[in-house]
């Protein structure tokens, strides 16, 4: 319980806090979507610049790490797709779509500060190089699967021209890429720029949990409830498991094994509701997913977290 109220709550708080303010007309969603455009096109890209940039490389991307949550994630994809086609017997575009709401967790926004809470600011290295492959490995592996099953008949150098673009348009996938610029070449920040940054990172996650809740607010619990429930069982559950399995046989270190499996048990990003709108598939699941997920991964986070105690 002490879990609950020190951990979980203060970040649900400040999410509630936003849909409320939304819901009750006390702040815009114009205002919401300023915020939300902050929060991800500038100052998480510097809280990741910063904490990418410093990052001991060597010691923080372990390999087993990213094998770990990147392989259950890949599952959980195919479990998905798999799953709406079987299951659901939905169209296989509309699959694909279901299948990203199980593979793109929500690392930044929820993950980030769940896991700050949890165990510190300094233990998260193993957060940050799961989220430094979190948008090129979800969206490249999104993109090129929809890509194929619209059987648009693409050359291979087209298609990976549009997973490039879609990657590159992405302020998260450039601020990681700054990140490492600066760490490998070894470049000095002057000290005024990365105070700079430091004070627009400190409202990165604040910002970005309150306009996550006045986004919430948009997404109503509708459509295709078995679907859903299997995302979120997939995302809040098997996911984690898959880890949790993969991490111990891999004897992986206590603070990466904790990240990677805190890390696996976030609600779908809404990232996933952009994907499956971009593609125009499985909108209504897509976006209930992600509002039903988060609110349930207040209890499943929690039994994750004492799970990992």
């Known amino acids: 319980m002490q879990t609950l109220l020190d951990v ?77 086609r079987l299951l659901f017997k939905r169209d296989w575009e509309d699959c694909v779509a279901i299948g990203f709401c199980c593979l793109f967790s ?39 699967v929809m890509e194929i099953v619209r059987g648009r008949g693409q050359s291979g150098v087209a298609l990976l021209r549009s997973v490039t673009r879609a990657m590159f348009r992405n302020a998260l996938v450039l601020g990681i890429l700054a990140g490492f610029t600066v760490n490998l070449t070894g470049v000095a920040l002057p000290g005024v720029v990365d105070d700079a940054l430091s004070l627009i ?26 679907a859903i429930t299997m995302v979120c069982a997939l995302s809040l559950l098997v996911h984690p498991a898959i880890v949790w399995g993969m991490g111990s046989a891999l004897t992986l270190d206590r603070d990466l094994f904790r990240a990677a499996v805190l890390t696996s048990a976030m609600a779908p990003g809404f990232n996933a509701y952009i994907f499956a709108n971009m593609y125009g ?23 994750w977290l004492e799970a990992l105690a």
């Open 8 to 84: 979980i709550l203060p970040v649900f708080l400040v999410i509630g806090f936003g849909y409320v303010a939304v819901w009750r007309g006390l702040f815009p969603m114009a205002g919401i979507d300023g915020v939300l455009r902050f929060a991800q096109n500038f100052a998480v890209p510097c809280l990741l610049f910063q904490a990418i940039a410093k990052i001991d490389i060597a010691a923080s991307f372990d390999p087993r790490l990213l094998i770990s949550f990147y392989t259950g994630a890949a599952a959980c994809f195919a479990l998905g797709i798999f799953g709406a």
């Open 106 to 144: 929500n690392t930044v926004l929820l993950g980030l500060p769940i896991s700050e809470r949890a165990y510190g600011p300094d233990a998260l290295t193993g957060n940050f190089a799961i989220i430094a492959f979190h948008s090129p490995f979800c969206y490249g592996l999104g993109i090129t």
């Open 201 to 226: 990172a400190r409202a990165a996650l604040p910002a970005a949990l309150f306009a996550l809740g006045g986004v919430l607010i948009q997404y109503k619990p509708e459509g295709d409830m078995k």
């Open 281 to 303: 598939r499985a909108r209504r699941v897509a976006a209930s997913a992600v509002l039903i997920a988060t609110a349930s991964s207040i209890f499943s986070v929690w039994f």
